[in-house]
Nanobody, 118 residues
Framework: QVQLVESGGGLVQAGDSLRLSCAAS????????TVWFRQAPGKEREFVAA????????NYADSVKGRFTVSRDNAKNTVYLQMNSLKPEDTAVYYC???????????WGQGTQVTVSS
């Protein structure tokens, strides 16, 4: 069964904004940490942002600090990634994932494509 569903990706121009959503169901709702990763063509997957449900604590990669904001709606079991001032180098497939710790991921979503044109 599908447990994490990302949505909100698309094609935008540099400087535009997008908001990604990650809706959890089933076992996925049990985990405390939600992490956003991204993978660009020919590059390794990289950490983008994370949020801990129990404390609200957030963490960001240096490359997105000040531009991206991660948040969650616990009632909807949904985590959001607000992406502002998008750059062409933000182009990637964005994945959300959940686990008990930042470095222990148990469930992955299918990914959503974000393309930023210059």
């Amino acid at each position: 069964q599908v447990q994490l569903v990302e949505s909100g990706g698309g094609l935008v121009q540099a400087g535009d904004s997008l908001r990604l959503s990650c809706a959890a169901s089933g076992r996925a709702v049990r985990y405390d940490v939600t992490v956003w990763f991204r993978q660009a063509p020919g590059k390794e997957r990289e950490f983008v942002a994370a949020i801990r449900r129990s404390t609200g604590t957030t963490n960001y990669a240096d490359s997105v600090k000040g531009r991206f904001t991660v948040s969650r709606d616990n009632a909807k079991n949904t985590v959001y990634l607000q992406m502002n001032s998008l750059k062409p180098e933000d182009t990637a497939v964005y994945y959300c994932a959940v686990g008990p710790y930042y470095n222990q991921i148990n469930i992955w979503g299918q990914g959503t494509q974000v393309t930023v044109s210059s």
